[in-house]
């Protein structure tokens, strides 16, 4: 299983989460369901928020990454972990809102913000916008003036490293959706454009190589290209900037094909970061930045088990059994859209030996609905429960109402007790949008 104490088999051999038996969660609120593991949540939350107060003064800033899963709940806990978030659109800015999420903490990107949501951001005070387009400077900066603020941005930047898995390559990479790049002089051109706006106040540098990366080489390598980049800047335009964002990214365990990672085991990359930032610096002649990173797969992902309900077996001899859950795409479209690969227990059965290979199936109206394909697993039948794990990053935040099935509820456990995060949905949510006009009623 994954790197941590609280998911394990209790002594009714049923997989346990947070101290909760997965089988009465499943009994209690019904399946599908997502699972979070407050304790997990909280423990990578404060590694790097420790490591960042420990090895380089306090002088930086944790943010969760919340595109990885967005509700209320977890904004609240960054809150109480004093960390900051970043968000991407005017939704998650608006629950980060309600949840009463300290705005000045909150970093806002997006390569094609909208102006209602850069007058959101504006409105609502958030702390910093990562600026990706001229237009989008040109925007804000109108808006700023209006606000009677100075608006602190960052450029996002692209450092021509890109990584993914166990791989990285160093690319001049232009083509790109994101950012601007070192390499093609677009992002100097772009650091003179905002430095000569009034209403905008340019903090430094943001850039993100990847996402699911283990080699703690990736990071240093970014480090260093937007340190050489800042040195640059700083001959050419005289500007040196303060801040320095490095994305997130870190890998996390799905299956055994993936390093195990302890939670203290992300300080490591986050010291190996430090180490090079520092380095840099120093050989640069430059003032250390305020260093920020932004995970968020690997502080919510291995906290999240999804539980589904086994229901129709086929068995198509010498092809493949299909053991049918009752989620699927709608709860979790990463197998469809990447092939993701992920470990499917039986929550019921937990240390019975897997006897065979199968391949867990959604209910969704597609062939390719599928969550897992030839896993093992022991001989499945009806009504056990099935658990998938390492749920809990781009889950929840990708589900959909696909088929018109409902996005599962959420419930966040510790120290043995269960509490919903996200409700579950009814028929009436399902059609509370829909409109019949007058002439087809
Ligand atoms: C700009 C930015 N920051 C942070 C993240 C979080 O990455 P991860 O969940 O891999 O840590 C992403 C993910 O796509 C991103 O695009």
């Not at 499943?26 to 107060?53: C, H």
């Not at 005017?90 to 999420?101: I, N, P, S």
Request: proline share 3%; charged share 25%.
């Amino acid at each position: 299983m994954n790197s941590r104490e609280t998911l394990k088999i209790n002594g009714k051999g049923h997989l346990e989460i947070g101290g909760c038996d997965a089988v009465d969660l499943a009994k209690d609120f019904g399946t599908p369901l997502y699972v979070f593991d407050e304790k997990y949540i909280r423990d990578m939350m404060r590694v790097y928020r420790d490591t960042i107060a420990e090895e380089y003064n306090g002088n930086g800033l944790v943010l969760y990454a919340s595109k990885a899963f967005s509700c209320m709940a977890i904004y609240r806990i960054a809150s109480q972990e004093n960390i900051g978030v970043d968000v991407v659109s005017g939704g998650e800015l608006y629950t980060a809102v309600k949840a009463g999420f300290p705005t000045e903490k909150i970093y806002m990107h997006g390569n094609n913000k909208l102006l209602r949501e850069l007058e959101f951001a504006v409105d609502a005070k958030v702390g910093t916008i990562v600026v990706d387009s001229y237009d989008e400077a040109d925007i804000l900066d109108m808006l700023a003036g209006k606000a009677g603020i100075r608006q602190n941005v960052l450029i996002r930047i692209n450092p021509g490293v890109e990584a993914h898995t166990h791989a990285f390559v160093q690319t001049a990479r232009t083509d790109s959706k994101f950012g601007f790049s070192i390499s093609d002089g677009t992002a100097e051109r772009m650091t003179g454009y905002i430095l000569k706006k009034e209403h905008l106040n340019l903090k430094g540098y943001h850039c993100h190589i990847g996402s699911q990366i283990f080699e703690k080489q990736s990071f240093v390598l970014a480090a260093q290209k937007a340190m050489d980049f800042m040195a640059k800047i700083k001959a050419d335009l005289g500007f040196e900037a303060d801040t320095l964002n490095i994305g997130g990214g870190f890998g996390i365990w799905y299956t055994d094909e993936d390093a195990k990672i302890s939670v203290d085991g992300y300080a490591e990359y986050l010291k190996a970061l430090i180490g090079a930032v520092k380095q840099r610096a120093a050989e640069l002649s430059l003032k250390l930045p305020y260093l920020i990173i932004e995970p968020g797969r690997s502080i919510v992902g291995e906290a999240g088990v999804t539980l589904y309900t086994v229901g129709a077996i086929k068995d198509i001899p010498g092809v493949k059994k299909y053991v049918a859950i009752d989620g699927g795409m709608f709860d979790n479209p990463r197998y469809a859209l990447y092939q993701s690969k992920y470990t499917v227990l039986l929550a019921n059965r937990a240390n019975e030996k897997c006897t065979e290979k199968v391949t867990i199936a959604g209910k969704c109206c597609e062939s390719g609905d599928l969550i897992a394909v030839d896993v093992p697993l022991p001989k499945a039948e009806r009504g056990d429960i099935a658990a998938v794990l390492s749920t809990g990053a781009y889950n929840y935040s990708m589900a959909s109402n696909y088929n018109r099935n409902f996005i599962p509820a959420a419930v966040l456990v510790n120290n043995g007790k269960a509490e919903y995060i996200v409700k579950p949905q009814t028929y009436d949510d399902l059609i509370r949008n829909d409109v019949l006009p007058d002439y087809l009623k």
